[in-house]
């Protein structure tokens, strides 16, 4: 140690005089072989992502002082040490959210929204609605079906939307029994085979 430090004053004493420029003099190798690990780049991970530095996990060189008075006391990075390493991991495995993953929404071709039509008006078709209700004498209910009823048991029963053109009702049901309700559906929809028309079938219990 007390040679290189030796050679460390021989280069200064060199640059005073003159005999090797000042920019060889801040750069030449032989000025530093005293300063040990002084002048040497520490490798740490950092836990948290830094602006001039990189992101949480990443790999990098800093100064040893400013790894020691800067990044550890504010828990800003750790030394590069295999069981530091496997930590940091294991825990961004448990607190750092999973990625989202991407999801392609593919457009709606006329193919498939014909399908979709087409399983709707056989819901329609096959299903039943289910009404309860108290009725008066001679089966006449107390309150009517309405159209806006219909169509809202529609959608929580069927779940199939439909509008109120879609449905032809001229006069609230007032009675108890079995109905059929002609549905107005798009002539493109194709009917079963053997069938006139799609219908809704709507019953009315006592209550």
């Known amino acids: 140690m007390a040679y290189m430090q030796k050679g460390r004053n021989?280069?200064?004493?060199?640059?005073?005089?003159?005999?090797?420029?000042?920019?060889?003099?801040?750069?030449?190798?032989?000025?530093?072989t005293g300063q040990g690990v002084r002048y040497r780049r520490l490798e740490v991970i950092l836990t948290t992502n830094m602006e001039n530095l990189g992101k949480a996990g990443d790999t990098v060189k800093v100064a040893p002082g400013y790894f020691r008075n800067y990044l550890m006391p504010n828990l800003l990075a750790m030394p590069n040490i295999h069981k530091f390493a496997y930590l940091l991991r294991e825990q961004r495995k448990i607190y750092q959210p999973?990625?989202?993953?991407?999801?392609?929404?593919?457009k709606e071709t006329k193919v498939d929204a014909m399908k979709e039509y087409i399983n709707a008006a056989k819901r329609l078709d096959n299903g039943q609605l289910v009404f309860r209700r108290y009725f008066k004498v001679d089966n006449e209910l107390r309150e009517p079906v309405t159209k806006d009823e219909i169509i809202s048991e529609v959608a929580r029963q069927l779940s199939v939307h439909i509008e109120p053109e879609n449905l032809h009702m001229p006069n609230p049901l007032s009675s108890l029994g079995e109905f059929e309700i002609p549905l107005r559906l798009p002539k493109s929809i194709p009917l079963p085979q053997g069938k006139v028309m799609w219908t809704l079938k709507v019953k009315i219990r006592r209550k």
Request: one cysteine or more.
């Open 98 to 106: 999973k990625d989202e993953e991407e999801v392609k929404v593919e």
């Open 10 to 32: 021989v280069v200064c004493r060199a640059v005073k005089e003159g005999c090797l420029k000042k920019s060889d003099g801040v750069l030449h190798p032989l000025r530093f």
